[in-house]
């Protein structure tokens, strides 16, 4: 864990897509939530606009071939 509260995760500065809702953009951070530790993905849009998180199991990586 970073001292920040985030965790270190592949795919953080990466494009990304949540699964669920389709959004894409960069993966801004990965953080542990909550006694069952819930990790949650924060992406921030492409082209910009309000940051949006979703389980980290719910985010794919783009361009991945």
Do not use: C, F
Request: proline share 6%.
């Amino acid at each position: 864990m970073k001292g920040d509260g985030h965790e270190e995760h592949p795919l953080v500065g990466r494009l990304v897509r949540d699964i669920d809702s389709g959004q894409e953009g960069q993966l801004m951070a990965v953080v542990r939530q909550g006694p069952d530790t819930t990790w949650r993905a924060y992406i921030r849009p492409t082209g910009g606009g309000k940051e949006i998180d979703t389980a980290l199991n719910k985010v794919e990586p783009l361009g991945v071939t």
